[in-house]
Protein backbone atom coordinates (compact mmCIF):
# COMPACT_ATOMS: atom_id res chain seq x y z
CA UNK A 1 0.00 0.00 0.00
CA UNK A 2 1.13 3.64 -0.37
CA UNK A 3 3.27 4.59 2.35
CA UNK A 4 5.17 8.28 3.42
CA UNK A 5 7.27 7.75 6.03
CA UNK A 6 9.17 10.90 7.50
CA UNK A 7 12.51 10.49 9.89
CA UNK A 8 14.96 12.08 11.16
CA UNK A 9 13.30 14.85 13.52
CA UNK A 10 13.71 15.21 16.92
CA UNK A 11 15.23 17.91 19.49
CA UNK A 12 17.58 20.47 18.29
CA UNK A 13 18.87 23.79 19.78
CA UNK A 14 18.30 27.12 18.34
CA UNK A 15 20.78 27.29 15.42
CA UNK A 16 21.31 24.22 15.10
CA UNK A 17 20.05 22.27 11.68
CA UNK A 18 18.36 18.77 10.92
CA UNK A 19 17.91 16.89 7.87
CA UNK A 20 14.61 15.52 7.21
CA UNK A 21 14.18 12.73 5.25
CA UNK A 22 10.77 10.86 3.60
CA UNK A 23 10.72 7.76 2.37
CA UNK A 24 7.84 6.68 -0.07
CA UNK A 25 6.76 3.10 -1.65
CA UNK A 26 3.88 1.70 -2.79
CA UNK A 27 3.61 4.08 -6.08
CA UNK A 28 6.04 5.54 -8.62
CA UNK A 29 7.66 8.24 -6.87
CA UNK A 30 8.96 9.51 -9.71
CA UNK A 31 5.96 10.32 -10.88
CA UNK A 32 4.89 12.57 -8.25
CA UNK A 33 5.22 15.88 -6.87
CA UNK A 34 6.35 16.55 -3.41
CA UNK A 35 5.87 19.18 -1.10
CA UNK A 36 7.03 19.21 2.28
CA UNK A 37 4.24 21.45 4.87
CA UNK A 38 4.40 21.63 8.80
CA UNK A 39 1.90 22.13 11.61
CA UNK A 40 2.62 23.96 14.82
CA UNK A 41 1.54 22.59 17.91
CA UNK A 42 -1.98 23.87 18.00
CA UNK A 43 -1.51 25.51 15.00
CA UNK A 44 -3.34 25.15 11.54
CA UNK A 45 -1.06 23.98 8.56
CA UNK A 46 1.71 26.04 6.84
CA UNK A 47 3.21 24.69 2.67
CA UNK A 48 7.13 25.18 3.41
CA UNK A 49 8.49 23.82 -0.07
CA UNK A 50 7.89 22.80 -3.00
CA UNK A 51 9.72 20.19 -5.76
CA UNK A 52 8.52 18.80 -9.02
CA UNK A 53 8.92 15.10 -9.96
CA UNK A 54 12.22 15.03 -12.13
CA UNK A 55 13.81 17.91 -8.76
CA UNK A 56 14.48 20.50 -11.63
CA UNK A 57 11.52 23.05 -10.45
CA UNK A 58 11.52 23.79 -6.75
CA UNK A 59 9.68 26.27 -4.55
CA UNK A 60 10.07 27.71 -0.70
CA UNK A 61 7.63 29.88 1.95
CA UNK A 62 9.38 33.43 1.54
CA UNK A 63 9.49 32.96 5.12
CA UNK A 64 11.92 30.16 5.14
CA UNK A 65 13.79 30.87 2.22
CA UNK A 66 17.46 30.40 2.85
CA UNK A 67 17.28 28.22 5.82
CA UNK A 68 15.74 25.47 3.75
CA UNK A 69 17.04 22.59 0.95
CA UNK A 70 14.62 20.24 -0.46
CA UNK A 71 15.90 17.73 -2.53
CA UNK A 72 15.04 14.21 -3.75
CA UNK A 73 16.51 10.74 -5.39
CA UNK A 74 14.25 9.17 -7.50
CA UNK A 75 16.40 5.99 -7.60
CA UNK A 76 16.36 5.76 -3.72
CA UNK A 77 12.41 6.61 -3.53
CA UNK A 78 13.36 9.87 -0.97
CA UNK A 79 12.62 13.21 -0.32
CA UNK A 80 14.23 15.36 1.70
CA UNK A 81 14.94 18.72 3.53
CA UNK A 82 17.78 20.80 5.03
CA UNK A 83 16.94 22.57 8.01
CA UNK A 84 19.01 25.12 9.00
CA UNK A 85 19.85 28.03 11.48
CA UNK A 86 16.56 26.45 13.67
CA UNK A 87 14.57 28.48 15.47
CA UNK A 88 11.93 28.10 18.25
CA UNK A 89 8.99 29.12 16.03
CA UNK A 90 10.25 26.69 14.10
CA UNK A 91 9.26 23.51 16.59
CA UNK A 92 6.24 21.66 14.53
CA UNK A 93 5.51 18.49 12.78
CA UNK A 94 6.63 18.25 9.74
CA UNK A 95 4.75 16.20 6.89
CA UNK A 96 5.86 15.03 3.47
CA UNK A 97 3.05 14.82 0.54
CA UNK A 98 2.84 13.78 -3.01
CA UNK A 99 1.00 14.80 -5.50
CA UNK A 100 0.73 13.27 -8.81
CA UNK A 101 -1.62 16.39 -10.45
CA UNK A 102 -0.74 19.39 -10.70
CA UNK A 103 -3.34 21.69 -8.94
CA UNK A 104 -5.53 18.74 -7.50
CA UNK A 105 -3.97 19.12 -3.84
CA UNK A 106 -1.78 16.35 -1.87
CA UNK A 107 -3.22 12.93 -2.23
CA UNK A 108 -0.55 11.31 0.11
CA UNK A 109 0.64 12.45 3.17
CA UNK A 110 2.91 10.37 5.86
CA UNK A 111 2.13 10.47 9.37
CA UNK A 112 4.71 13.37 9.90
CA UNK A 113 8.09 13.90 11.95
CA UNK A 114 8.15 16.45 15.24
CA UNK A 115 10.84 18.53 15.11
CA UNK A 116 11.31 21.06 18.40
CA UNK A 117 13.91 23.57 18.69
CA UNK A 118 14.90 24.47 22.23
CA UNK A 119 17.95 24.79 24.63
CA UNK B 1 0.71 35.51 -2.06
CA UNK B 2 -3.28 34.44 -2.14
CA UNK B 3 -4.93 34.51 1.35
CA UNK B 4 -7.45 31.42 1.81
CA UNK B 5 -10.20 33.04 4.64
CA UNK B 6 -11.94 30.20 5.92
CA UNK B 7 -15.58 30.03 8.24
CA UNK B 8 -16.09 29.74 10.89
CA UNK B 9 -13.40 28.90 12.74
CA UNK B 10 -15.70 25.93 14.93
CA UNK B 11 -18.86 24.73 15.13
CA UNK B 12 -20.95 22.58 17.26
CA UNK B 13 -23.34 20.24 15.53
CA UNK B 14 -24.66 17.12 16.35
CA UNK B 15 -24.79 13.63 14.47
CA UNK B 16 -27.51 13.96 11.76
CA UNK B 17 -26.78 17.83 11.08
CA UNK B 18 -25.82 19.28 7.97
CA UNK B 19 -22.86 21.70 8.41
CA UNK B 20 -21.56 24.12 5.63
CA UNK B 21 -17.85 25.41 6.06
CA UNK B 22 -16.54 28.25 3.57
CA UNK B 23 -13.07 29.34 2.27
CA UNK B 24 -13.10 32.40 0.35
CA UNK B 25 -9.54 33.28 -1.64
CA UNK B 26 -8.50 36.67 -1.83
CA UNK B 27 -8.19 36.78 -6.35
CA UNK B 28 -9.36 33.84 -8.36
CA UNK B 29 -7.95 31.18 -8.08
CA UNK B 30 -10.50 29.13 -11.01
CA UNK B 31 -11.31 25.77 -8.85
CA UNK B 32 -8.26 25.06 -8.02
CA UNK B 33 -9.01 24.07 -3.86
CA UNK B 34 -8.50 21.03 -2.12
CA UNK B 35 -10.24 19.91 1.33
CA UNK B 36 -8.57 18.05 3.80
CA UNK B 37 -10.04 16.26 7.10
CA UNK B 38 -7.34 16.35 10.06
CA UNK B 39 -7.97 14.17 13.40
CA UNK B 40 -5.90 14.55 16.13
CA UNK B 41 -2.80 12.96 16.31
CA UNK B 42 -2.95 12.08 12.45
CA UNK B 43 -1.89 13.31 9.14
CA UNK B 44 -4.61 15.39 6.65
CA UNK B 45 -6.48 13.07 4.39
CA UNK B 46 -7.94 15.11 0.93
CA UNK B 47 -11.27 14.92 0.82
CA UNK B 48 -12.43 17.11 -2.25
CA UNK B 49 -10.14 18.43 -4.96
CA UNK B 50 -10.65 20.58 -7.49
CA UNK B 51 -13.32 22.53 -5.48
CA UNK B 52 -15.81 19.66 -6.01
CA UNK B 53 -14.37 16.28 -6.93
CA UNK B 54 -14.79 13.72 -4.55
CA UNK B 55 -11.69 11.93 -3.55
CA UNK B 56 -11.91 7.79 -4.18
CA UNK B 57 -13.40 6.31 -1.11
CA UNK B 58 -14.50 9.33 0.52
CA UNK B 59 -18.38 9.20 1.86
CA UNK B 60 -20.80 10.80 -0.62
CA UNK B 61 -21.98 12.73 2.42
CA UNK B 62 -19.22 15.23 1.48
CA UNK B 63 -19.51 17.48 -1.33
CA UNK B 64 -17.63 21.05 -2.60
CA UNK B 65 -19.30 23.92 -4.58
CA UNK B 66 -17.60 27.23 -5.82
CA UNK B 67 -18.88 30.47 -6.66
CA UNK B 68 -16.39 32.86 -7.92
CA UNK B 69 -13.62 32.63 -5.18
CA UNK B 70 -15.91 31.18 -2.55
CA UNK B 71 -15.63 27.83 -2.03
CA UNK B 72 -18.03 25.79 0.05
CA UNK B 73 -17.72 22.14 1.92
CA UNK B 74 -20.67 20.11 2.93
CA UNK B 75 -21.13 18.01 5.21
CA UNK B 76 -25.29 15.87 5.12
CA UNK B 77 -26.02 13.74 8.03
CA UNK B 78 -23.11 14.36 10.12
CA UNK B 79 -21.74 11.30 11.61
CA UNK B 80 -19.36 10.12 14.75
CA UNK B 81 -16.24 9.84 12.69
CA UNK B 82 -16.50 13.29 10.90
CA UNK B 83 -16.01 15.00 13.91
CA UNK B 84 -12.57 16.73 13.19
CA UNK B 85 -11.13 19.96 11.34
CA UNK B 86 -11.39 20.91 8.13
CA UNK B 87 -8.77 22.81 6.23
CA UNK B 88 -9.36 24.14 2.73
CA UNK B 89 -6.23 24.85 0.44
CA UNK B 90 -5.64 26.82 -2.94
CA UNK B 91 -3.88 25.13 -5.54
CA UNK B 92 -3.46 27.38 -8.08
CA UNK B 93 -0.10 28.96 -7.35
CA UNK B 94 3.04 29.21 -5.16
CA UNK B 95 2.78 29.66 -2.31
CA UNK B 96 0.52 27.24 -1.41
CA UNK B 97 -2.02 28.43 1.13
CA UNK B 98 -4.56 27.02 3.66
CA UNK B 99 -7.51 27.99 5.42
CA UNK B 100 -7.22 28.39 9.11
CA UNK B 101 -9.49 25.65 9.30
CA UNK B 102 -12.42 24.52 10.94
CA UNK B 103 -13.33 22.59 14.02
CA UNK B 104 -16.09 20.37 14.21
CA UNK B 105 -17.64 19.43 17.23
CA UNK B 106 -19.79 17.52 19.04
CA UNK B 107 -22.58 19.80 20.63
Known amino acids: QVQLVESGGGLVEPGGSLRLSCAAS????????MTWIRQAPGKGLEWISY????????YYADSLKGRLTISRDNAKNSLYLQMNSLRAEDTAVYYC????????????WGQGTLVSVSS | DIQMTQSPSSVSASVGDRITITCRAS??????LAWYQQKPGKAPKRLIF???SLQSGVPSRFSGSRSGTDFTLTITSLQPEDFATYYC?????????FGGGTKVEIK
Open chain 1, 26 to 33: GFTFSDYY
Open chain 2, 50 to 52: VAS
Open chain 2, 89 to 97: QQANSFPLT
Open chain 1, 97 to 108: AGERTMFNGMDY
Open chain 1, 51 to 58: ISSTGKTI
Open chain 2, 27 to 32: QGISSW
